[in-house]
């Protein structure tokens, strides 16, 4: 026993840091994102003997966590605590060829955070985990077309969003009480 | 033929060697013509860089869920506890590594600065994007299956073998995927004897020449050949390729690597 207990934290735990980066982001809340990962390897753990040796363990683990989180419902999906705020007369049009490499993390962060559920989601798996788009697909169960045109429309929404933060700044209101 | 918006939608996708060859090739025909899609896709990519920069950044802290899922385990199996041993931080591994790619890219500003405008770049770039995807692992989408390297190549209007041609004595080709040197897609490869590695980039010979001091003919192609940063960097250009290496020894790998693909392209 002990030695598959070797085996699978050899396969599973390196991914940890992944699946609760994600997970940070989905729950907004980081013992809730803390329970999501825990959950997670437990019945990763549980169907272990499922998994195939030398298969991609972290989208086999990626799919386990978004089974959960969508069957937990509305217990954790949660927005940010913080709505930004656009300050009246900020309507400067978006100029072409922003150089999104000279923002800062903080402006990164929120601008990804700003995002829908659904739109964050790809953006994190595609582009900040590095997951293809057959991965994504396994890992949201649903067809790779799907993911590509979700893929295509968040990171629109993203560039939306930075451009209007580099050509305004946003203030921020606290929201109370909002899950 | 495709229009800018659909070039929009695919151009990511391109990039990561995700499309099938017909609408890499249209995507390719389209950027070649076009370079304000060609500047979009750049953009793009560079943001996508900086969000994975900032968010995969974030240190992160496992260690109360390992302890959790370790002991739920040790009870779940016979009932018994067993012992708990806590993993090192990977932090400052990270610390590290985001210094080391600081001080790298002020130097490639610094080249860049010095180096001008264009293929004065491509050395600045090259070194930077070895250094950060290759010697620092970062996350990235590699093709390592041989069949889907070769249509990559293909659809950069490489030929498939020229990659595998350099594959000899101990170091074959293990992954390969586009990337962005100097405004310019490139086909970068890497190469491994199993503990070292170097990375090759190819590009279809434009009008531009390479920068840099010549250093020696190889089958009568010229070899020009720099230091970057803590990386070596050797090219040289044959009638169709434009072909850059980089390594990150100063034992001389990349010139090594640099004469290989002169001798076997």
């Known amino acids: 026993m002990k030695e598959r207990q070797n085996e699978f934290e050899s396969v599973a735990l390196p991914h940890s840091g992944s699946l609760l980066r994600v997970a940070r982001r989905l729950t907004f809340d980081p013992a809730t994102a803390e329970d999501l990962v825990q959950e997670t390897l437990l019945r990763a753990w549980r169907g272990f003997d499922q998994f195939e040796a030398g298969t991609n363990a972290r989208a086999w683990l990626f799919r386990i966590m978004f089974n959960v989180f969508y069957a937990q419902g509305r217990k954790v999906r949660a927005s940010p605590l913080l709505v930004p705020f656009q300050a009246p007369g900020n309507d400067a049009p978006p100029h072409g060829g922003t150089d999104f490499s000279l923002l800062d993390n903080a402006i990164l962060s929120a601008a990804l955070d700003d995002l829908s559920e659904e739109h964050r989601t790809v953006i994190l798996l595609a582009v900040v985990e590095g997951f293809t788009c057959r991965e994504l697909a396994e890992i949201l169960s649903i067809p790779i077309g799907t993911v590509m045109s979700r893929l295509s429309r968040a990171r629109r929404a993203l560039r939306e969003s930075l451009t209007q933060t580099t050509a305004a700044p946003k203030l921020y209101r606290a929201q109370a009480g909002v899950k | ?265």
């Open chain 2, 1 to 265: 033929m495709m229009d800018c918006n659909q070039v929009a939608e695919l151009a990511p996708f391109y990039l990561s060697g995700e499309l099938d060859r017909e609408r890499a090739a249209a995507v390719d025909a389209h950027l070649r013509s076009c370079s304000s899609c060609m500047h979009e896709l750049e953009s793009q990519a560079r943001l996508d860089t900086r969000m994975r920069e900032a968010i995969a950044g974030e240190p992160v802290d496992t260690t109360a869920v390992e302890l959790w899922i370790r002991a739920r385990m040790a009870t779940d199996s016979h009932g018994k506890v067993t012992a708990i041993s806590r993993r090192p931080s990977r932090r400052r591994w990270l610390v590290a590594a985001m210094s080391a790619a600081a001080v790298l890219l002020l130097m490639a500003v610094g080249y860049r600065v010095l180096m001008g405008p264009h293929l004065g770049r491509v050395y600045a770039d090259a070194a930077l994007d070895h250094q950060r995807e290759v010697v620092e692992h970062e996350p990235r989408r590699w093709l390592s299956d041989r069949a889907a390297i070769s249509a990559l190549a293909e659809g950069q209007g490489i030929s498939a073998a020229a990659p595998f041609a350099i594959s000899s004595g101990p170091y074959r080709l293990e992954r390969a995927r586009l990337c962005f040197l100097a405004g310019r897609v490139f086909f970068h490869a890497v190469y491994t004897d199993g503990t070292r590695e170097f990375s090759v980039y190819f590009r279809v010979r434009g009008n531009d020449s390479l920068p840099g001091s010549p250093r020696e003919m190889d089958n009568g192609l010229l070899v020009h050949s720099s230091i970057v940063g803590g990386e070596q960097v050797a090219s040289f250009q044959t009638k169709t390729l434009t072909v850059v290496a980089v390594s990150d020894r100063y034992s001389g790998d990349a010139l090594h690597a640099a004469r290989l693909a002169a001798t076997n392209l």
